[in-house]
């Protein structure tokens, strides 16, 4: 049965009941540290390894939902995130080598359990999620990944005298991509109207969005 309910409703009541969430994200003690200048070399270094395995897990994940939702506004929406999580992984190496790391040795680095759960679970959304979930999810999750990297890249040029190559991986996700949204609400609508359960992308958003904090949380252990 077709859902009653609006993309941009559905949205917007699920950005409202993750406001504590974000709320906690917003104010995240690890890029309070940042921005103090408190963060040490092996923090960062850390934060570069987590970031491969994630960025690269998520390429894959994306790439794998644009396949099972080809010929589709849903497949066009998780290329175009597959497109952008390849960028991402390119400008990392800008960040490592910043740090004195080999770009092509990240992959070495052995992950945590705490900072690899967001990505795990996107892997998991892949597979069994509906594309209304996916797109969901992460208009209510991208916002305030994007917002915690604008500060990363303001801290690392004010306090680490970081320069712009150094910073572009934190800089390419703090600008929204264009006409982000209004594909995912797009989506998200034709997958309501085709019976997709609210419900379901509520959990989807809810997991993702407390996987995120684990993810800083899990950085500010380590630091």
């Not at 010929?71 to 960028?87: H, K, M, N, P, V």
């Not at 740090?99 to 990240?106: C, E, M, T």
């Amino acid at each position: 049965m077709a859902s009653s309910t609006s993309a941009a409703a559905l949205v917007e009541q699920i950005r409202a009941e993750l406001a504590p969430i974000d709320q906690k994200l917003a104010n995240h003690p690890f890029t309070s540290a940042l921005a103090g200048g408190d963060v040490p070399t092996e923090s960062l270094e850390r934060f570069a390894g987590e970031q491969h395995w994630i960025i690269s897990s998520d390429r894959r994940s994306f790439a794998y939902l644009s396949a099972r939702y080809a010929d589709s506004a849903a497949g066009e929406l998780f290329l175009s995130l597959a497109q952008g999580e390849g960028t991402a992984l390119g400008l990392l190496g800008g960040f490592a080598r910043w740090l004195g790391l080999d770009p092509g040795r990240l992959s070495e680095y052995e992950p945590t359990p705490g900072a690899h759960a967001y990505t795990a679970y996107v892997s998991w959304l892949a597979l069994n999620g509906s594309a209304t979930d996916v797109a969901v999810a992460f208009v209510a999750n991208l916002a305030a990944w994007g917002a915690n990297c604008g500060r990363a890249a303001a801290a690392l040029r004010s306090e680490y005298d970081a320069d712009d190559t150094a910073v572009a991986f934190f800089d390419v996700f703090a600008t929204p991509a264009p006409g982000f949204e209004e594909r995912a609400l797009a989506v998200i609508e034709a997958g309501l109207s085709a019976g997709d359960s609210p419900a379901r992308a509520r959990t989807a958003a809810r997991l993702l969005q407390a996987y995120e904090l684990m993810f800083w949380d899990t950085m500010l252990a380590a630091t």
